[in-house]
């Protein structure tokens, strides 16, 4: 059995990485010129077990969230927020959120070239810098996506379709987590308990919103 | 056969390393705003065999117990214990419980990346700092859980049942012991020897209890 | 299952990579003697995300682009820009396409005689130097070919077949890029979103073109 | 085939040397408060061969004994006797027999988790330090054992049986070595040559016994 | 499946590589007393590409051509050239060609011997120098041929017979520039287009000719 | 298909490595409180060819014989060759012989335990030191056996059951001579030509006997 | 498949080696107290082509002649040579044939011993220093043969026969190269064109001899 490439030419690791990513919990992150909301589901655990920790402050005015396997989302979270901590040791300026996630995706190609495993986990990326509001997606193969709307994990279809169908340009914050709340209870079929975080042009703040069910 | 993936996208080396654990003796933490217990059965063991240790004491203020591979638990173990003194020679202060437990995450993450195995047990550990009482349990996948009550090893699920039916904020240490060897002893079907732990937030102690069966 | 050659004397991972190429966006490039067009197909993709980068700039007289898989694109884009900037900190002077294309060649070709994975990406090169302007692909195996036109990625066959029937010497720019266009179109059946650059001898600056659907 | 982990989650490599242990010659160890006693069977050899060396001197106050591979008994022989040589040239003192079973227990544990055979033999370790008389197992897997008797090699489980029945903590060296040989030539159906060794609380000196047919 | 010897003792991947080799365009060599010539047909290319180069100039006094897959004749290529100039800084001389030939055939040796894959090209060198004109051909196991005429590549053995029957010591270059023609031409089944090199004695200089249809 | 242990606990290429112990040439070691020989059968060979150096001279005092792959047992000859000069530079004593097959047993040991080859040969060592008359054979696993006699080689077994019939503690060298060559010829059912090797406590030099036929 | 041993305990890919050996061309040595010759079949090659060099000028005193991949007898060839030149500067003698041939068996004897493949070459020495004339054969293995005749390579065995029948310890050089012709031509079943080398004790000098056919 060949490791890297099947006969068809696919590389057959990162698409069991991606499948990875797939049983993930629902995740999406959202965009407008003023703000970025990243939105995950924490899924129903058992009693007495604190909800894990979905959305992460990378820096001030950056954050992030994973979906995929648990110790490889905390892994790359753990990589960017070092990323960031040394470009402001060296150049004494916050990391532009193209520079870290460029980064970030050389890191998941790297594993892709040599016979070790490709991490089982695609990360979303929230930031405002002098450029704007930034929202990045990286996934298992090291490749970017940047766009308005992004969504991974399980039921990643109906959660992006549902966000496309409600999106406009000049949403609110409020309006924008209410609609990844619907997006996401939607998808999966009742009422989720779900973290936010937004990151605003006007503060370059990223924040963690408290728990709401 | 793949190594690290199946084309579900499972790594099939982390899932039989869950399977070791799940053969490991029951072993439970629990734990409140003021005190944290670990419990583990010591196996009916043959006679003139001493009962295995199974509550480890890290550093005074913070205790560990395991369940899966002994060689593993043992590793993992010493593992936690340098980290802590090594903390105490750098920064001349205890080791926080969540700095400990993310270290420990990394190092068991390493194991699933490349051509070695990953450890063939869970942890838990228990402890008090300026934050609190911390209870967490890490997995062979690098994965940490934090909450009020954990179970590992054999017949955890009815082991956690048990704690979680019994459980209330305002328990105290005995009424905790009381339910904990209920616990083990209910999904086990019978009497059995048990060994815990305790750390307090008042004294930041972590004591291991004598032997009761 | 041998890893390096079948036993028709086939390298069998580089004919995989080569088959990841033959699956991505439609690519062209086309040069006379006074300029070099590269021109991508911008696969059409979902609501809220914006389109790829598919013509990258590599230093001021020189452009590339690519298909196959992104990530592996990207990082072979990002292997010439460092050459480049290598370049000119040692000598001074912008790199000539001849140098920049060998090294990219020798770079490629290591990953064909060792037990990692040839990369699954094409790149084809533009620029303009003492010498003139010059076109080049380089493929998986590190071979490359010079020409007045290529095509790579999904219906290569009939984009190429469209730009050899139009092609004349004294195309001008304006009449290369409808060329581009129709053959890209024609290939995919159906009007696309594609991206553009190019290089003029005159002045020696590669540049991307606004996106034209 | 799998390298480490079977699908129940056993390590395979390991199981597969603990058989080799049982296949090796029948090794008891037992101690009381006052003295511990290994006693090795020394398989019936052809004419002209000297009995093999079981009972090995570690040091003055600590004996070993091994079944399985002699090849890898030897080596973990010579492992411990330089770890307790290392201890006096760096302390100063005798080393505790606490931390030699620990080292021993790591290096073996170590060779369970790379691309490399576990050593498919057991040790048990009798000496006696300031804290007491020891005796400790030690297995394939790095597990270490602590207790009163232990019994490894063929016919272990008859022969821990027979030790276990006539256990007395106020047993005599005497009556202790009489109860070895009745459980090893129970345990083998016959007369056999076995070779003793011993160390006592009092003096803290680890002997060899003469060969007692 | 053996990696390097099959049952037969032959060197599978060797094999292989010579395959690779037997596909490549027809390339031929031959020399006289005063002067070596080489010819490589340059396979007809689909329009707008150039013809790839097929001889290549390595210093002054010597040239090369060889057949397989392109980017092996163009590493080694470039092998041989890095070697040449070495040389020349190393000893102010320019290099002869028997010292060169078996770097080069040392080279290519060593990828026999390790789990990497041999070089899929053969190498024709052609050159002038202190002992006279020399013809040699490398092979992928490294074997080095010495001669007044070789083939290689597809059709390589009829092209051979064309060259030995035509062959006569006191051939002139434009005679010998003709029967390769014929060679190339009749082994083809029809009109090629040939890339040619001579390398006369008395002026010692290697020259590559105006491509000839 | 294992690599070390097959699912019995038995190391495989150990096995393979004694069978190829079992094809080598007969070879024998005796000793008493006086003197100590070797003998080794010389295979019948062809004309025109010498007879194959079968005991080998380690140092003065010291001499050994092997059976199995040649190679092997060369570089096993070299290997405690080395030992016992590398012992008189450092020490400035000849070498014991317990040291010396303890360091044999070690080098053979290492080669069980790491992807590699085991040695296909096995060693009889005789020597003469402060402690006596050394006989000493080591095995393929690094398993050290000391006695009056050993048997290595094609038809072992008998030759051993013929040199325990007459042996006797009293036997002058020219016996034991004459019971080895009767050991040799029996087990191989005719005359054959055999070395010898002697050496005497009295002396503690080690020679080589004129070849015998 | 195992890589090393086959379940016979057969070194699997010496003889793989071996089977590469007896398809290179006749080779024969032989010595008489004054002089030894070396003889290779030159294999009937096609036109153009010159005769492979089949006799070797080690140094002064030595020459060798080899079977089996023509690479690998080039590297082997070259190997003895640059271990008799480090000889000559470290020393300022000749090497003698005995240490020069103990070199080359160990080097080809390591490379049975780790996962690469061993050379399929055997190589016969002969030379002249202070003790005499020598002839040996060294196989991949790394086994050394000393005597008085040799044959190796295809039909080896008949034209050793012919040697053996022959061979007379008074036969003058000119009588020894009649001798050899006859067993190869005789071994090939026709006429053949043959290479020879002589040493002779008196002048301790290797000399090719031209080639006749």
Known sequence: ????????????QVDSALQAVSRGSTTIGL????????SSQVRPTRALLDA???????????????????????????EVRVAAQR???????????TTLSRGLSQFLHAFTM??????????????????????????????????????????A????????QGYRPDLTVEEALALMTRAIEGANGGK????????RLATRKFERLPLAT
């Open 1 to 12: 059995m060949p490791f890297f490439y099947n006969t068809d030419g696919r590389l057959i």
């Open 31 to 38: 965009k407008t010129k003023e703000f970025a909301v990243l």
């Open 52 to 78: 894990a920790e979905k959305i992460f402050v990378v820096d001030d005015h950056l954050g992030a969230t994973g979906s995929g396997y648990i110790g490889d989302v905390n892994t790359l979270v753990d």
């Open 87 to 97: 470009h402001r040791l060296v150049y004494d300026t916050p990391i532009d959120v």
């Open 114 to 155: 040599h016979p070790v495993r490709p991490f089982g986990a695609s990360v979303i990326l929230a930031g405002a810098d002098e450029l704007g509001v930034h929202l990045v997606q990286v996934d298992p193969s090291g490749t970017t996506f940047r766009g308005q709307g992004f969504a991974i994990g399980k039921d």
């Open 157 to 164: 279809d109906p959660a992006l379709e549902a966000i496309s």
């Open 192 to 199: 989720s308990q779900i973290e936010h975080g937004v990151v």
